[in-house]
């Protein structure tokens, strides 16, 4: 699977092993978004041509960004050490990876509207 954001700075070799919409605060203020639509790789398929910049936030969670346009790129945690989370955006054609489940609904907003046709966890299931 090629994928690249601006000039090719990563590439994944495998599909993601699901796609999520994240509604946890941590994600929304990361990226200033009421949620944040993730697919998540094995983290052995991701390769990054230069190593991004990275900010650890309070939870232990890192994220990378792109030192040239500032998108939000990757989320890992110390808890999920095999899996790294790529936004959706970021892939070439992310029309192919549509959301399989809602997580940290309790965080939703309440105008977020529930999706009916994907499953929705209260927190990280």
Known sequence: MKTNIQDGCFSISKKPKRVVNCHCD????SVGSPFVTWAIFEKDAIL??????????ENRAARTYCDTCGISIAYRHPNRKNVMDITIGCLDEPEKYPPERNIWTKKRLSWIKKPGDIPNHEDYP
């Open 48 to 57: 990054f041509n230069t190593s991004p910049p990275t900010h650890t936030a």
């Open 26 to 29: 941590n994600c929304k203020k």
